[in-house]
């Protein structure tokens, strides 16, 4: 295969276009939320015509949709050892927080704080991306409570050390939060009376350290 046909393809000015309004809606977004962000004003910051804002997202609402809309590869990131998935879960969903603070799920949680309708799309993602996938691999049978639970308390280690900067949180190793907050989310994940629970040898190893293939992938 020749290196041109391994080469990415250009993109195109259309798609350029839209990866502009994306990033600059998710920056206006974050910065006054869903009920303050307008148009014109995304427009502005995104350096095209407020019809060009219409012409590929419609209303506020679609764009909306679209800025916060991001793939959590739960299945890929579940394996045989319960450790492992956690790490992967965890350590993924923190390391993409840090990496881009106006990330589609940073902004959809500042926005749902004072949104319902942001709320809406927050609790509709959540429960399909991360609280079907997971219970679906919990042997027990409150499993999507168990889902609903792990997410919970991911979500707010992410949003309290990244967000809200606790300081205790925000300023501690990410291997410490790991080690203190993995065990807890093991439980959830893998009950003791389960075949994958706690109790089985692959769940008493550590987490082996490697680079988890979580990040989400947002709307482009």
Not at 139 to 146: F, G, Q, T, V
Not at 156 to 183: F, H, N, S, T
Request: with cysteine; proline share 8%.
């Amino acid at each position: 295969m020749s290196r041109d046909e391994t080469a990415p393809r250009p993109e195109r000015k259309g798609e350029r276009t839209k990866r502009r309004i994306l990033e600059a809606a998710r920056a206006v977004f974050a910065e006054v939320g869903y009920e303050r962000a307008t148009i014109r004003a995304i427009a502005v910051a995104a350096e095209v015509d407020k019809s060009s804002v219409i012409q590929y997202f419609g209303t506020k609402k679609e764009l909306f949709r679209a800025a916060v809309h991001w793939t959590i590869p739960m299945r890929r990131n579940t394996t045989d050892d319960p450790a492992q998935s956690v790490d992967n879960y965890l350590r993924g969903m923190l390391r993409s927080w840090a990496a881009d603070p106006n990330s589609p799920m940073a902004v959809l949680l500042r926005a749902s704080m004072t949104s319902e309708e942001a709320a809406g799309i927050l609790r509709d993602h959540i429960t399909a991306e991360a609280v079907d996938s997971m219970s679906a691999t919990i042997r027990a049978d409150d499993a999507r409570l168990r889902a609903a639970l792990a997410s919970a308390m991911m979500m707010g280690i992410a949003a309290q050390r990244y967000l809200l900067r606790m300081p205790d949180l925000a300023g501690a190793d990410l291997d410490d939060v790991l080690r203190l907050a993995g065990p807890a989310l093991q439980a959830l994940i893998a009950p003791p009376d389960g075949p994958c629970g706690p109790a089985s040898a692959t769940a008493a190893r550590p987490p082996a350290r490697r680079e988890p293939p979580w990040a989400p992938t947002p709307a482009r």
